[in-house]
C-alpha cells in the first residue's frame, strides 16, 4: 500500500489502462446504428419498454447488446488472472459469507461457460488459470485421483459437481463426467493457438489420464456399443442411467480429440500401440450419443414450435423425454452442437437437435439463455437468436435464488437468480458464435447474423487454427474480411456466395482459391500472412432484363438453349445461390421463394425473376 500510495493515483491508473487495454483492445464488436447518451440503468429500462415498446433496431437497445458483449471480456480480464485458480460462480465479485451454491467452480455448466469466450475473443491468456488448475488437481495433487477410486476406478482421476480451490468435490456423485467436460478445455486451447508444447506438457497428461479411466469404466450396452454406466442429464430426469446422450457425447469428444492429439504429438505422446489400438475399438464402438424419438404431445399437440410426430434428439438412451422437465435449464443432450461441433447443418442429427432446442423455449436462467443463443447460433437462425437475446437482457428483479429469474442488472452483471457470472462470459461467446465459426474443418463468416445488427463490424476474434478474423458487413451482407493467419496453415472459407470474391494478399497481390463450390473456397497461407476477402457489390441482377436466351424452369431445372451457356442463381439481396456451366441449373435444393436467374454466353446476359413453389 505504502509503494502504491508513493506511485500516485495517475501514475498507477496510466499502469491499470495500458496494462488492461493490452488484451481488452485486441477484439472489438460495432454495431454501426449502436448509439446512447443513457445512463446504464436508463439502457435497461428503455430495452425493456413496455408503453411504447421499443424498436428492436432502437439504438440505445442496440448499444445495450453490444455494450452487454464487451462487458464479457471485461470481466473476465479482470477476473482471470494471476492465481492459478478458474472463476467461480460469482468471478471474484462475492459480497456474502453465505453465498448461492457456495460460490463453487460448478462443473455440470457453469465454470465451463465462463470459459467459452476466452479462445474466440483473443484472450488466451485468460483461459490458463483454469486450465491450469485441472492440470494441477488432476496430475499434482491426490484428491481427484481418490474421487477416480471412489467412482470404482483404479487408474485416471476425476471430480464431480461442486468444487473448490482446493480439489475439494462434492455433491452428485452421480455426475462423473465433469473430468472429462474439463478435458476438452485443454484441447480447445490447443486448435486455437497450436501451441504444441502446452499440448505436449500440459494438455496429454490430463487427456492421457482422463481417457484411460474411461477405457476402464465404459460397460457393453446390449446392443455392443460402449456406454458409461450410471450418469446423469443434469439437473432433471433419471438419478442414474446408462448411457445418457451428455456423457457419452463428451466421452466420444475426448476419445477423438485423445487421438487427434497422439497423431499430432507422435512419439511424444508416451503410449503405446496397445493403447492406440484398444483406444480406437473404443471410439469406433462408443454409443456416440446421437439417436432420434418422436415428440409424442405430452406437453400439447405444438410445443414451443414443434408439433406431435416431429423428431428429437434423445437426452437419454433409456427413458424417453418424459422422464425430464418440460422446458429444463439445461440443454445437456446438445453438447454435440455446442459446445462441440459434431452436429453440423449438414448432419441427420441437425433437425431434431434444433426441434429439441425449440422444446426447451425461450425463458430460463440467465446463463442457460446464453447456452440457448449459442445453439441458436449453430442452428443458423439469426432471429431466434436475437428473440432469446432480448430474454437475456430482461431486467432482473430478484435476489434470491430461483430459476426463473434470469435477466441483468443494472450492473449489467448476469441473474441466474441471484448474480452468476457464467451469463455474461457465456452471453460474449454466444454472440460470437453468431458472427463466426469454425468448427468442422471451416471458418463460416457471418454464420448468423442477427436481422436487427444490419451493419457492422467485429475484430480481432479467433477460428481454429490460429486465425484472427476481422469483418465487416452493410445491409447485412459480409462486405469483407481479413484474415491473419498465426500458423500458416490452408484457410477453409464459408459464406454464400465467397467463389465470387477478390482475395489479395499484404502486398495486394491476388490470391486465386481453389473453389469447392459456391458457398466455400480454400486457399494456403503463409505464417504470419494477412489476407482480405473483400465480397462483390452487387450480382449484376437489380435490374429485370430478358433477351434472346429465354430462360426457363421446368421441374426446377433452369435452362437456356444456348449451349455453354453460363447459369447463375441469385436470392432477392443478389447473394449467389447456385452456378453451373452447362446451360441447365439444379434448383431443387433451393427453399420456396423469389430467385433471379442470370444466363451468359457470348457476351450477352438475359436475367428473369421467379417464383419458386
Known sequence: VASAESKGWDAILADHTADFKKYFDRAEFRIDAAANTRAGDAMVIRYNGRRPVPSPTDPSGLMLEELYYAMG?????????????????????????????????????????????????????????????????????????????????????????????????????????????????????????????????KAMPVMLSCTRFWMERLVKDTDGTWVAPKEWSPEHGPAEEDATAHAQQIIHELFKTTMQAIEVLGDDAGVDNNFIAE?????????????????????????????????????????DYTAGENGHRHQSHLMAMYPFGEITPESEWFTPAVNSLKQRGDLSTGWSLAWRIALWARALDGEHAHTVIKNALRHATSYSQTSGGGGIYYNLLDSHAPFQIDGNFGYTAAVTEMLLQSHGGKIRLLPTLSPNWEAGSIRGIKAVGNFEIDQKWADSKLTEAVIKSGAGLECVLNYKGIAEATITDSKGNAV??????????????????????????????????????????????????????????????????????????????????????????????????????
Open 73 to 201: 471480456r471485461y470481466l473476465l480480464i479482470s477476473c482471470s488472472r494471476g492465481m492459478d485458480t478458474p472463476a467461480n460462480l460469482q468471478g471474484i465479485w462475492n459480497h456474502s459469507n453465505t453465498p448461492a451454491w457456495q460460490c463453487d467452480i460448478h462443473s455440470n455448466i457453469n465454470v465451463q461457460m465462463n470459459y467459452w469466450p476466452a479462445e474466440i475473443t483473443n484472450l488466451s491468456e485468460m483461459h490458463m488459470p483454469y486450465l491450469n488448475y485441472i492440470y494441477s488437481m488432476a496430475i499434482e495433487h491426490s484428491q481427484w485421483q481418490e474421487y477416480a477410486r471412489r467412482s470404482g476406478q483404479t487408474t485416471g482421476w476425476t471430480c464431480f459437481t461442486q468444487n473448490n480451490i482446493f480439489g475439494h468435490s462434492d455433491y452428485a456423485e452421480n455426475y462423473v463426467i465433469a473430468n472429462a467436460w474439463y478435458t476438452s478445455h485443454l484441447w480447445q486451447h490447443y486448435i486455437y493457438t497450436l501451441d504444441r508444447e502446452f499440448l505436449k506438457n
Open 279 to 319: 483406444l480406437k475399438d473404443k471410439l469406433e464402438n462408443l454409443d456416440k450419443g446421437l439417436a432420434i424419438e418422436t415428440y409424442t404431445g405430452t406437453w400439447g399437440a405444438t410445443s414451443n414450435g414443434i408439433s406431435a410426430g416431429d423428431p428429437l434428439l434423445r437426452e437419454w438412451k433409456k427413458s
Open 512 to 613: 486465386k482459391p481453389t473453389k469447392i463450390d459456391d458457398n466455400n473456397v480454400k486457399f494456403p497461407t503463409e505464417k504470419g500472412g494477412v489476407y482480405t476477402v473483400v465480397m462483390p457489390e452487387g450480382s449484376g441482377v437489380s435490374e429485370i432484363t430478358d433477351s434472346d436466351m429465354q430462360i426457363r424452369i421446368i421441374n426446377k431445372i433452369a435452362s437456356v438453349s444456348t449451349p455453354g451457356a453460363t447459369i447463375k442463381a441469385y436470392d432477392i439481396a443478389g447473394c449467389l445461390l447456385g452456378s453451373s456451366e452447362n446451360s441447365s441449373l439444379d434448383l431443387s435444393s433451393l427453399s420456396p421463394g423469389t430467385v433471379i436467374i442470370k444466363a451468359t454466353a457470348n457476351n450477352k446476359n438475359s436475367v428473369k425473376k421467379f417464383m419458386l413453389d
